[in-house]
């Protein structure tokens, strides 16, 4: 079946420390997103990407870096240099145009401890 | 820029009420809408969507029409089940030269038996 992963479903980190979240995609959508939520709010864009070996800060890159090297692949990593790690990511990919949905993947649960 | 502004909530409602959570969006040219759930520790869920003026989108007894003259998309269902208590997700997503896409905050929907 067609979909979009992430991996893991909760993470623990302690503070310092770098964590990567993985997202895959057997979509073969274009299109890749970064988000976050925090309770009770809505969706803030990290970063997100057109097309393979190109992506674009969103609205919060800050303590955040991506990579896209392969089109299935979009891995957000969290640096230390964000403040206030602890939120719910979630991934989602598209077409790339305006007339189709994005797709959403499980979300990851980060938790700095 | 582009935008989306839905009403704030919790929204609480006994079952078999009429529901309507309000959508209304900026944006230049012609956007396509979505409605988007999000049940308790899951990812978004496509819930219907509409890609031009007019269209209607309808799932799982909800219905939204794309309004072009009052730039609105407002969800509705007649007869609101305990089951779709989750949060609603109104987005827009339109060729420009960012081509991301954007959601409102979210509005959280209660519903009692």
């Known amino acids: 079946d067609g979909g979009i992963t992430q991996s893991p479903k909760y993470l623990f980190r302690k503070e310092g420390q770098n964590v990567t979240l993985s997202c895959e995609q057997n979509?073969?959508?274009?299109?890749m997103y970064w988000y976050r939520q925090d309770p009770g709010q809505g969706l803030r864009l990290i970063y997100y990407?057109?097309?393979?070996?190109?992506?674009q800060k969103g609205d919060i890159a800050e303590g955040y870096s991506v990579s896209r090297e392969k089109k299935e692949s979009f891995p957000l990593t969290v640096t230390s240099a964000q403040k206030n790690p602890t939120a719910f990511y979630l991934c989602?990919?598209?077409?790339?145009?305006?007339?189709?949905?994005?797709?959403f993947g499980q979300g990851t649960r980060l938790t700095v401890v | 820029g582009d935008s989306v502004t839905q009403m704030e909530g919790p929204v609480t409602l006994s079952e078999e009420a009429f529901l309507t959570i309000n959508c209304t969006y900026t944006?230049?040219?012609?956007?396509?809408l979505f409605w988007y759930v999000q049940y308790p520790g899951e990812g978004l869920q496509l819930l219907l969507k509409?890609?031009?003026?007019?269209d209607k989108g309808s799932n799982k007894g909800f219905e939204a029409t794309y309004r072009k003259e009052t730039t609105s998309f407002h969800l509705e269902k007649g007869s609101v089940q305990v089951s779709d208590s989750a949060v609603y997700f109104c987005?827009?997503?339109?060729?420009?030269?960012?081509?991301?896409?954007?959601f409102g905050k979210g509005t959280r929907l209660h519903i009692l038996p």
């Open positions: 989602a990919s598209s077409m790339g145009n305006s007339n189709t949905e994005a797709f």
């Open positions: 979509l073969n959508h274009d299109a």
């Open positions: 990407s057109q097309i393979v070996n190109d992506f």
């Open positions: 944006a230049t040219g012609y956007p396509s």
């Open positions: 509409a890609t031009k003026a007019d």
């Open positions: 987005a827009l997503s339109a060729m420009n030269r960012d081509d991301k896409i954007i």
